[in-house]
């Protein structure tokens, strides 16, 4: 499928990276349960250029690209963040707020390298869990973080486009074994 991939600390630069699987791996994961004009809006929103360029600029935010050989492509990342969920402790918790991958990598175990990347750097800056939150209904996702080690903790609702839907809150321990 690739030669390689590369994990690398992405930069003020890469947030049209950034936005692009994040708006791309949205629509493909949520196309066919959330309604397409629903779809659209959040993306402009929630995955625009100027939403990750501000954070690539905050120093609370780490995100990484995860980049294919040949030719660098970007095809996923992870972002950690304080912590934005109920049951948050916002002294000893961090958020794992996005990790996308293109469906065309699942499987690969470019998963599993962001999150054990995402673990490394909670480690790293002292945090005691790493929280997400995941659309209930996401069975594949979910499944991915319960072999990942995550479990679950709470629940909180997400709205996209007037809608609200369940997700579930999960947390996994970041403190080495």
Not at 28 to 56: D, P
Not at 79 to 101: H, T, W
């Amino acid at each position: 499928m690739f030669a390689e991939a590369n994990i690398r600390r992405a930069t003020l630069g890469d947030e049209a990276a950034l936005s692009i699987i994040g708006q791309a791996t949205f629509l493909e994961t949520f196309a066919g349960i959330l309604a397409g004009q629903a779809i659209v809006a959040h993306c402009g929103k929630a995955h625009s250029v100027e939403q990750y360029r501000l954070w690539l600029s905050d120093s609370h935010y780490a995100l990484w690209l995860i980049e294919i050989e040949p030719g660098e492509a970007p095809v996923g990342f992870v972002m950690v963040s304080p912590p934005d969920l109920p049951g948050a402790n916002p002294f000893g918790d961090l958020e794992l707020k996005r990790i996308y991958l293109m469906s065309k990598f699942q499987g690969s175990g470019l998963g599993r390298r962001l999150i054990e990347t995402a673990v490394s750097y909670a480690q790293a800056h002292g945090a005691e869990r790493l929280l997400l939150g995941v659309y209930a209904e996401n069975e594949k996702a979910l499944s991915f973080y319960t072999r990942s080690g995550f479990e679950q903790i709470g629940t909180r609702s997400f709205n996209v486009g007037g809608v609200d839907y369940d997700d579930k809150v999960l947390a996994k321990s970041s403190t080495p074994n």
